[in-house]
Antibody
Framework: QVQLVQSGAEVKKPGASVKVSCKAS????????ISWVRQAPGQGLEWMGW????????NYAQKLQGRVTMTTDTSTSTAYMELRSLRSDDTAVYYC???????????WGQGTLVTVSS | SYELTQPLSVSVALGQTARITCGGN??????VHWYQQKPGQAPVLVIY???NRPSGIPERFSGSNSGNTATLTISRAQAGDEADYYC??????????FGGGTKLTVL
């Protein structure tokens, strides 16, 4: 079955970077994109950006431009999201989700809690 | 940027019909997707492209979209339907946008 498994929780200091992984299985990785969505404690869902697993094209949310980088490793069917210059308001659960391309998110990872605290 | 408006909360009696709305400028011209999120869990897709149900989603879940409002309808509401529900669209195919979410309470 289609599955996305994310890396474990992280605790970072302000100004640091974090890199979250998302390993896909159960489908042809390069036939879909991966979107990243985050959710601050008690808040709603916020889309961060998308990467095509086919050619590596990316599209980032405007508010994160310059701080976020999304990549893929097709040899291991893994997507990565790196967020730099972390601030306390980046504390959130980060999800990866399979994306057919400007479409719906039909499979989600289990989420990775990133805590930014001094 | 495009904005989606959802009610903060909706209540429904057990076995009755719940309707959760998602408002946006001419949203009827966009594909609307709906997600269910239970506490401590990842979101789950329940409706895609306005009115389509993924496999495994009960027929009690349905969707519609017209004009400036999309609606998720949950018939014969069950206690297990209590969750947060989010609508989502793409803005000019370049940015995904989520509504603020609606907490459904089954009384």
């Amino acid at each position: 079955q289609v599955q996305l498994v994310q890396s474990g929780a992280e605790v970072k200091k302000p100004g640091a970077s974090v890199k979250v992984s998302c390993k896909a299985s159960g489908y042809t990785f390069t036939s879909y994109g991966i979107s990243w969505v985050r959710q601050a404690p008690g808040q709603g869902l916020e889309w961060m950006g998308w990467i095509s697993a086919y050619n590596g094209n990316t599209n980032y949310a405007q508010k994160l431009q310059g701080r976020v980088t999304m990549t893929t490793d097709t040899s291991t069917s893994t997507a990565y999201m790196e967020l730099r210059s972390l601030r306390s308001d980046d504390t959130a659960v980060y999800y990866c989700a399979r994306d057919g391309g400007a479409s719906h998110f039909d499979c989600w990872g289990q989420g990775t809690l990133v805590t930014v605290s001094s | 940027s495009y904005e989606l408006t959802q009610p903060l909360s909706v209540s429904v009696a057990l076995g009755q019909t719940a309707r959760i709305t998602c408002g946006g400028n001419n949203i009827g011209s966009k594909n609307v997707h709906w997600y269910q999120q239970k506490p401590g869990q990842a979101p789950v897709l329940v409706i895609y492209r306005d009115s389509n149900r993924p496999s495994g989603i009960p027929e009690r879940f349905s969707g519609s979209n017209s004009g400036n409002t999309a609606t998720l309808t949950i018939s014969r509401a069950q206690a297990g339907d209590e969750a947060d529900y989010y609508c989502q669209v793409w803005d000019s195919s370049t940015a995904a946008v989520f509504g603020g979410g609606t907490k459904l309470t089954v009384l």
